[in-house]
């Protein structure tokens, strides 16, 4: 039931800005857009939230447009140990369930 | 920050036996608990949601007599897999909300690689 589109993959030379899109058009007011990252044969790993405005922390930065419908996640220099599938979750459940779309798999190239 | 603890990280058990899979919050209470099934090369599948004190609430397509989940605690739940066939190999990881925490505190567990041979 994910609401989210994101491209299969995507390479990044290492000490550069990686972003990654993701387009979740029916997106309702409340909902939040979580970016989540999965290193290989581990959990997930919480990376970022926003609702309306950009956010930044320590790992990365979330451009969400006016509009809602789309978000890029920023992260500002990419190292070797940034290589994982890169998460864009939109849907919350009735019971605050998540929902995983297909995620991005980036590979940040040395 | 939230911990999630999962074990075991993997486990091999034979065609037909069962096996039980623990999740817990290590510094907090966890009134809901959630558990995703991924096999390789695909993403996280929501298999169900755990409640403590009640009946979990499980995704459409999952048999719940042979996921059993039991969430008995406020730090511990757990998912039994019930006569396991290879098809049931397949990488489970558990997820606990902690209201406090980043992100409205939605914590994975770092997963259990089971094969059934």
């Known amino acids: 039931d994910a609401k989210t589109t994101q491209p299969p993959s995507m390479d990044c030379a290492e000490g550069r800005a990686a972003n990654l899109p993701c387009n979740h058009s029916t997106i309702s007011g409340n909902e939040y857009v979580y970016w989540y990252r999965q290193i290989h044969s581990q959990g997930p790993q919480y990376i970022i939230h926003g609702l309306k405005n950009n956010e930044t922390n320590e790992m990365a930065s979330l451009i969400i447009t006016e509009d809602r419908k789309s978000s890029t996640l920023i992260l500002p220099h990419a190292t070797l140990r940034d290589t994982a599938v890169y998460y864009c979750?939109?849907?919350?459940?009735?019971?605050?369930?998540?929902?995983f779309g297909t995620g991005t798999s980036l590979t940040v190239i040395p | 920050g939230a911990v999630v603890s999962q074990h075991p990280s993997w486990v091999i058990c034979k065609s037909g036996t069962s096996v039980k899979i623990e999740c817990r919050s290590l510094d907090f209470q966890a009134t809901t608990m959630f558990w995703y099934r991924q096999f390789p090369k695909q993403s996280l599948m929501l298999m169900a949601t755990?409640?403590?004190?009640?009946?979990?609430?499980?995704e459409q397509g999952v048999e719940k007599d042979k996921f059993l989940i039991n969430h008995a605690s406020l730090t511990l739940s757990t998912l039994t897999v019930t006569s396991a066939h290879p098809e049931d190999s397949s990488f489970y990881i558990c997820?606990?909300?902690?209201?406090?925490?980043?992100?409205?505190?939605?914590?994975f567990g770092s997963g259990t690689r089971l094969t059934v041979v």
């Open positions: 755990s409640n403590e004190g009640s009946k979990a609430t499980y």
């Open positions: 997820s606990a909300r902690d209201i406090g925490g980043p992100g409205y505190g939605y914590t």
């Open positions: 979750i939109v849907r919350v459940g009735a019971g605050n369930q998540f929902y």
